[in-house]
């Protein structure tokens, strides 16, 4: 596999070959995609279609060069297309390349009743690799460092025992609401540890946490009342009067304790370790698909493969050091 380089900038000039994407984002949008999911699909196609099928100024040959009609695009289009990413970045970028154009080209066929040039090929393969968890002492660590009495420490520990006994998403638990006394548009209820999460495209789920979480939610919420910014429908509100934080100020929050306790961690680290955990001590598969908002077992193959080579560590030392 080749060393990654970095993302270069994007070339998103689709010119002529636009106006389809503009539709394809158009039923995207009307299926409720996620936003982060229409801009990804949109910018591979207009990636492809800049770099690799248009001719640039000059450009005599090139990879699909002077194609100007998606019609004329065929399979060797795209395995080139493939090639040239998989030269350049790491083979799970060009993969969720891959399945980004896989959706552009099955709504195309499917609008046009044309042939799908990418019916009879496979993306390209991912190399497994290590599922990144915590150790216990690390998440003691994460969850010391922001102990205390101020309405940051309470904040920041309650944020961290979520997402510690949850594994949601970080949009998802930036976009918690709460409403005091109004729990018809609260999303969060302490007294049956449950909180109503939207998930991608909007789908809606109740995930549990544990009685240590609703403490430590409890508390925060006890300080929260005293804040400026506290009629906010937003859980979680920002320090000194601040208004709400957002997923970016959430995410800033979390590398920032990392780093004061020497912890490597991001958001995604807790869903990681959730995933990990859960099928580690043996919880149904088919419950942490629903957990975790999960149509796809995809990602529940990738932690399962964690959790099973974890038990066999386990099992080694069980079954080798017998006398």
């Keep these: 596999m ?8 994007k070339n998103l000039n689709a010119g002529v070959l636009q106006s389809e994407i503009d539709s394809f984002r158009l039923h995207l949008n009307s299926e409720r995609k996620a936003e982060k999911t229409v801009r990804t699909y949109i910018e591979a196609a207009q990636w492809f279609a800049a770099h690799h099928l248009l001719r640039k100024p000059g450009q005599k040959a090139g990879l699909g060069a002077g194609k100007d009609e998606w019609q004329d695009v065929n399979a060797e289009d795209i395995r080139r297309w493939m090639a040239w990413l998989l030269g350049r970045y790491s083979d799970s970028y060009a993969n969720n390349q ?40 690390e998440l003691k660590k994460l969850l010391r460092v922001s102990e205390g009495r101020t309405f940051m420490q309470r904040r ?4 961290i025992s979520l997402f510690r006994a949850t594994g949601i998403r970080l949009s998802e638990l930036a976009g918690i609401r709460y409403v005091p006394g109004d729990p018809e548009r609260s999303d969060i ?51 000194n009067n601040r208004c709400p934080m957002t997923a970016n100020g959430v995410y800033q929050m979390i590398k920032r304790r990392g780093n004061e306790c020497g912890v490597p961690v991001n958001p995604h680290k807790f ?6 955990t859960w099928l580690d001590k043996g919880g149904p598969e088919g419950d942490l698909m629903e957990l975790n908002g999960w149509t796809s077992p995809q990602m529940l193959r990738r932690y399962g493969a964690s959790a099973r080579s974890a038990r066999a560590r386990r099992s080694y030392d069980r079954i080798m050091e017998q006398e």
């Excluded at 990654?4 to 900038?9: A, C, D, F, N």
């Design 98 to 137: 891959y399945r980004a154009l896989q959706a552009f080209f099955k709504w195309w066929a499917k609008e046009e009743e044309l042939p799908n040039p990418m019916d009879k090929l496979k993306p390209p393969t991912i190399d497994e690799k290590a599922v990144p968890f915590f150790t216990d002492e």
């Design 156 to 159: 920041d520990h309650a944020i």
């Design 2 to 9: 080749p060393a990654t380089r970095p993302r270069e900038r």
């Design 271 to 276: 869903r990681h370790h959730f995933s990990h």
């Design 189 to 239: 209820d302490l007294y049956h540890r449950e909180i109503l999460v939207r998930g991608k495209g909007g789908k809606e789920r109740v995930v549990k946490f544990d009685h240590q979480t609703a403490r430590s939610i409890d508390r925060y919420l006890r300080m929260r009342k005293q804040q400026a910014y506290a009629h906010s429908e937003k859980l979680w509100l920002g320090i």
